[in-house]
Structure formats: structure tokens, C-alpha cells
């Protein structure tokens, strides 16, 4: 039988893309965001900021003991990052896709890292991994106004106005 597209599961979820200070030092953002749009993904939250040492030591906090961690604070801090909520059907794994792989000279061409980075130390893109790690890094990166709830102008309820 037919039912609506927004009860099958997973449709709504969401995750964190950040575009890093090489992608907007590299003038990417708009390609970057072509890629999500031409996909299918719907952007419920979007920002340009220069992030905090606090910010950064709770969103990267597993990597505190690691040997680049304060190299990956300054690369992190070196310019504006632009971040984003996108939204849609397994957005999490499929951004992760869309991504690559963490090194770039690893990552397949198509992906973003793939196409647009040679080395891990700058890889011009942040994606959340997980379901659990969405949640926690949409929280940590946005304030509940700042996500917009939206239908497209060809949804029927916007229809007859
Ligand atoms: P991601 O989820 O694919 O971004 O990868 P991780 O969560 O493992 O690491 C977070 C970020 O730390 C990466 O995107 C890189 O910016 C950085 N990073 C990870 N591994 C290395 C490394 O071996 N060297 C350097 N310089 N940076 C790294
Ligand atoms: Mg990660």
C-alpha cells in the first residue's frame, strides 16, 4: 500500500557536515554543498564559524592521546569552517561514502576527499559516523532554533495558497 515518505525509517535522519578551513580557504563550499543537494539531501542547518579550542577538545575529544592532536587543533583553528546539518534517508552512511576514506590518498575518486585532497592532515571535510555521534555532534555544533524544519514548494501542503 502507499504511505507517506516521511514514516519509513531512517528518513529523517541527520548528520553534521563541516567543510574545514582548507575547504573554505580552497573556495569548495559551493561544490561541496552542489554534491549534497544534487543527491537528494535537504540542509536543516547551516553556519560559518571560527571554532573554539572548547568546541573542538569535545568534538574530537577521543583524539585527545593522539601524536596529531595539537596539529589537528591548529589546522581546525587556522580559518572559518562552514557547518551543516543535512537531512534524509541513511544521510549518515551516505555522506560517509560521499566523504571517503579519512586519508585521503586512500580515498576513491568521486569522493570529496578523493577528488579535492592529497594528505590526511588536510582533508577539507568533516562527516559524523555514526547514529549516536550525529546526535552528539549536531548538539554540540548547533542550537535547537538553528535547525529549520522544511518542506519542498512541490509538497502537496504547500499547494493552493
Ligand atoms: P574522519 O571521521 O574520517 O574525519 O576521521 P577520524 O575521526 O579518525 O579523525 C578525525 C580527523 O583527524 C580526520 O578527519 C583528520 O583531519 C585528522 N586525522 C586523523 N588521522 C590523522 C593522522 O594520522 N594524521 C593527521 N595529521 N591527522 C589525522
Ligand atoms: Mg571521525
Redesign the pocket.
Given at each position: 500500500g502507499r504511505r507517506s515518505l516521511s514514516s519509513v525509517p531512517g528518513v529523517r535522519e541527520r548528520t553534521l557536515i563541516a567543510i574545514?578551513p582548507d575547504g573554505v580557504q580552497r573556495r569548495l563550499v559551493g561544490q561541496i554543498i552542489q554534491r549534497f543537494e544534487q543527491r537528494g539531501f535537504k540542509l536543516v542547518g547551516l553556519k560559518m564559524l571560527q571554532v573554539s579550542d572548547d568546541l573542538l577538545s569535545q568534538h574530537?575529544g577521543?583524539?585527545r592521546t593522539?601524536?596529531?592532536y595539537p596539529?589537528?587543533l591548529q589546522?581546525?583553528t587556522s580559518g572559518p569552517v562552514v557547518a551543516m546539518v543535512w537531512e534524509g534517508y541513511k544521510v549518515i552512511e551516505s555522506s560517509?561514502m560521499m566523504?571517503g576514506?579519512?586519508?585521503p590518498a586512500e580515498a576513491q575518486p568521486g569522493t570529496v576527499?578523493g577528488d579535492f585532497s592529497i594528505?590526511?592532515?588536510?582533508?577539507v571535510?568533516?562527516?559524523?559516523?555514526s547514529v549516536e555521534g550525529a546526535q552528539r555532534e549536531i548538539q554540540l555544533w548547533f542550537k535547537g532554533k538553528e535547525l529549520l524544519n522544511w518542506e519542498c514548494c512541490d509538497h502537496a501542503s504547500t499547494f493552493g495558497l
Open positions: 574545514k574530537y577521543q583524539l593522539k601524536p596529531f596539529g589537528l589546522y581546525m560517509r566523504v576514506h579519512t586519508n576527499r594528505h590526511v592532515s588536510r582533508n571535510v568533516h562527516a559524523s559516523d
